[in-house]
């Protein structure tokens, strides 16, 4: 199906865990973005991604990690969770910096 | 980079328009006023977006004053599936042009 999609949809994970959350979008967009939603906030953006290779954090990028090693893929990482990195987590992608970006329907993550 | 300030929430009858205002006054010539709608925990959805001229797609219309410092978004006839949270975003070139949200006007569309 064309457009963007996120997985897993749900994911419990222990503190401590490496996690991976995958983001896939078909449109070929050069930018990528991830970006968090705690319950009451609005999101804040973690890393975002010019093109393949290219790679920059966003406000809170600490405890996370990003690589973009195709176009279509842009997987964030947590190396090591913690309690307060659960939260709902949204990909996105735009054709270019003065366009809309689309947006997954989110990663909800906890960590226990 | 120009801040953005909206109501934290607003009521709406169903069927009635609903006006969503929101003020930027630091905004500079060069930034676009983008609007987006969250409903229920889903991924942001992108509705409309200007720089000068007030703007119409299918979704809603977008009024941005003459000296761009406030903008309101208008749903022409608000539906029961337009209960969201409703962000309103100036695209800064200072902010390397990205999507900064705030925490939105959380519009209830009333039966």
């Known amino acids: 199906d064309a457009g963007i999609t996120q997985s897993p949809r749900y994911k419990i994970t222990e503190t401590g865990r490496q996690v991976t959350l995958m983001c896939h979008q078909t449109w070929s967009h050069s930018y990528m973005f991830w970006y968090r939603q705690d319950l009451g906030h609005g999101l804040r953006l973690i890393y975002y991604s010019a093109a393949a290779d290219i790679t920059d954090k966003g406000e809170v990028p600490d405890g996370y990690v990003v690589s973009r090693s195709k176009t279509e893929n842009f997987p964030l990482t947590l190396e090591s969770a913690t309690r307060s990195q659960t939260s709902v987590y949204f990909c996105?992608?735009?054709?270019?910096?003065?366009?809309?970006?689309?947006f997954g329907q989110g990663t909800r993550l906890t960590v226990v | 980079d120009a801040k953005t300030t909206q109501p934290t929430s607003m009521d709406c009858a169903e069927g009635r328009a609903a006006n969503l205002p929101c003020n930027h006054s630091?905004?500079?010539?060069?930034?676009?006023v983008y609007w987006y709608r969250q409903i229920h925990s889903q991924g942001p959805q992108y509705i409309i977006h200007?720089?000068?001229n007030n703007e119409t797609n299918e979704m809603a219309s977008l009024i941005i004053t003459e000296d761009r410092k406030s903008s309101t978004l208008i749903l022409p006839h608000a539906t029961l599936r337009d209960t969201a949270v409703y962000y309103c975003i100036v695209l800064s070139p200072n902010t390397g042009n990205q999507f900064y949200f705030g925490t939105g006007t959380s519009l209830t569309v009333i039966p």
């Open positions: 996105a992608s735009r054709t270019g910096l003065n366009t809309e970006a689309f």
């Open positions: 630091t905004i500079s010539g060069n930034e676009y």
């Open positions: 200007g720089l000068k």
